[in-house]
């Protein structure tokens, strides 16, 4: 068995549907079923169950996907100490957003125990450059929110967390359980510098081009709302100063929280990060 056909069965059998783990392997999903199968025949019986919906384990897929699952882990341990022999022990992690996150920290723990000679730098990215300066090469990987351009970039979706409107807590509509986006469409909100990624843009405007501040840090939108009555959107799930109050949009798409890299970087210490990244941020 070849390791790149167990990371393709490895990514199906984790989404459970073909056409989503042919996303998140950068590939179509001709070739990855044709992977699949052969697979299936060199293992002698079928490895899924597969419906309209997506797919299931079988008994003997789910045994594999254990075996494959640590196979995979020990080739990246041995590739992640030859890569540590040869010199390659430091890694750059930019982060966009909150650092109190649990998925932080669980990763923060998982990665000390995994490599304790690894030297992590931490790059704190502010909100103009969603991919935490991964394009001009200041870090090796990003902790980040989606959506944004991601070409040349590789993006595995880690968690993804409903979205709200962060209001002042004496704003008449912080009273209400829930709200929708076009409730908002007469008030202010802030903005980014007008280089910024237009995708991310899109999202964090829900869709619209806006009127309000523009910011570049999650503090200056704080400050804007409180100063300004300004509205803008964040995810669900943080603690925000009893000045605040943050309400759910109900049409709003979740946001993703995401690992992001260059695609052509072979530092493997990448993929172990990622891989204890996906663990980590697992709710």
């Known amino acids: ?19 989503r783990a042919a996303h998140r392997l950068h590939m179509s999903q001709p070739p990855l079923s044709r992977a699949v199968k052969q697979l299936e025949a060199e293992v002698g019986a079928p490895l899924f169950v597969r419906s309209p919906t997506g797919v299931t384990l079988t008994p003997v897929g789910a045994v594999l996907a254990d075996e494959a699952r640590a196979l995979l882990d020990h080739a990246e341990r041995v590739r992640v100490r030859v890569n540590a022999a040869a010199g390659a022990s430091a890694l750059t992690v930019g982060i966009l957003g909150d650092t109190t996150d649990p998925g932080v920290s669980r990763l923060a723990a998982a990665f000390r125990r995994e490599h304790p000679g690894v ?13 935490c300066g991964l394009r001009a090469h200041l870090v090796d990987v990003a902790l980040t929110r989606a959506p944004f ?108 929280v995401v690992a992001a890299w260059n695609e052509n970087d072979p530092n493997p210490l990448i993929r172990s990060f990622v891989a204890m990244a996906t663990t980590a941020y697992r709710r």
Not at 119 to 131: K, S, V
């Open 149 to 256: 351009d991601e070409t040349a970039l590789t993006v595995r979706a880690l968690r993804a967390d409903p979205v709200g409107v962060v209001l002042r807590a004496d704003d008449p509509l912080a009273r209400r359980t829930s709200l929708r986006v076009a409730e908002l469409r007469d008030r202010r909100w802030f903005q980014f510098p007008k280089d910024t990624d237009p995708v991310w843009q899109s999202y964090w405007n829900a869709g619209s081009p806006r009127e309000g501040p523009v910011v570049r840090a999650v503090q200056e939108c704080l400050q804007a709302v409180l100063w300004n009555g300004t509205v803008g959107l964040a995810p669900l799930g943080h603690d925000l100063p009893a000045e605040f109050t943050l309400v759910p949009l109900v049409d709003m798409e979740p946001s993703r």
């Open 119 to 131: 030297d992590i730098r931490i790059r704190d990215a502010d909100l103009t450059d969603p991919t």
């Open 1 to 19: 068995m070849e390791l790149r056909t167990l990371r393709y069965f490895l990514a199906v059998a984790e989404e459970l549907h073909f056409g």
